[in-house]
């Protein structure tokens, strides 16, 4: 029955094409995934950030508002077309400044400065090797930073997912929460290192959907 359900929901997966991104990034989307409520907690003014595989900037442009001119959102894809499609929404927003482009190799998701927020929202799945993934990642968080891990429901079983937050856990990270995110599995992480309290400063810490945790 899993494998079916595999087949339907189409768990078998790759690279998302840039002409595919249509089908989630768009306005219908934000009426149930808002990214400005979902990064609220987690990002602020002057902050690094890293947006891994962020398609066209669904995330990346609220969060380049966040972060202001003193901050940075660095925007890392394996796809330089994605990139582009973020430069053009930047540009029309008027935050290109705030963001780095970083086209990622297949065995080098990142290796820049640290940063003080990861997220990787519905694109884990289309990793081959997660355990070098979630390794580079944690070794770019600071040691208070976090880690929000995102996958779609439709496309990633519950069980697969609890096999990401182990393969996670392995390469060193600590799992904080399991928050609540529409239409998603959540996980959110610590670095593990010296430094990481489990609390957010209080600027951060605001009531947000994924302030609840999932038990589903």
């Known amino acids: ?8 929901f189409f768990r078998e997966h790759g690279v998302c094409p840039r002409w595919f991104c249509f089908t989630f990034d768009n306005r219908l ?7 400005d409520r979902i990064i609220r907690p987690f990002v602020g003014a002057g902050d690094r950030v ?8 669904y995330f990346t442009i609220p969060i380049a508002r966040r972060v202001g001119s003193g901050g940075r959102v660095i925007a890392a894809d394996i796809q330089e077309s994605m990139l582009r499609g973020i430069v053009r929404r930047a540009e029309r927003a008027g935050v290109r400044g705030q963001i780095e482009l970083y086209l990622s190799r ?7 400065e640290p940063v003080d927020f990861i997220l990787s929202f519905w694109m884990a ?12 990642l944690r070794a770019a968080l600071k040691p208070a930073a976090r880690f929000l891990l995102a996958e779609p429901k439709l496309h ?32 959110l992480f610590g670095s ?10 209080a600027d951060q810490r605001e009531e947000s959907p994924v302030s609840r945790k999932d038990d589903r």
């Open 50 to 57: 890293l947006d891994v595989g962020p398609g066209i900037g």
């Open 1 to 8: 029955m899993s494998k079916l359900g595999d087949i339907i």
């Open 125 to 136: 799945h289309e990793v081959p090797r997660l355990d070098r993934f979630f390794r580079q």
């Open 156 to 187: 990633v079983s519950r069980a697969q997912f609890d096999g990401e937050i182990d393969l996670a856990q392995k390469a060193g990270l600590v799992l904080l929460e399991r928050p609540a995110i529409s239409l998603s599995h959540g996980a």
């Open 29 to 35: 989307r934000r009426l149930v995934q808002n990214p």
């Open 192 to 201: 593990g290192r010296v430094g990481t309290s489990g609390r957010f400063p």
């Open 106 to 112: 297949p065995d080098e998701i990142y290796s820049g």
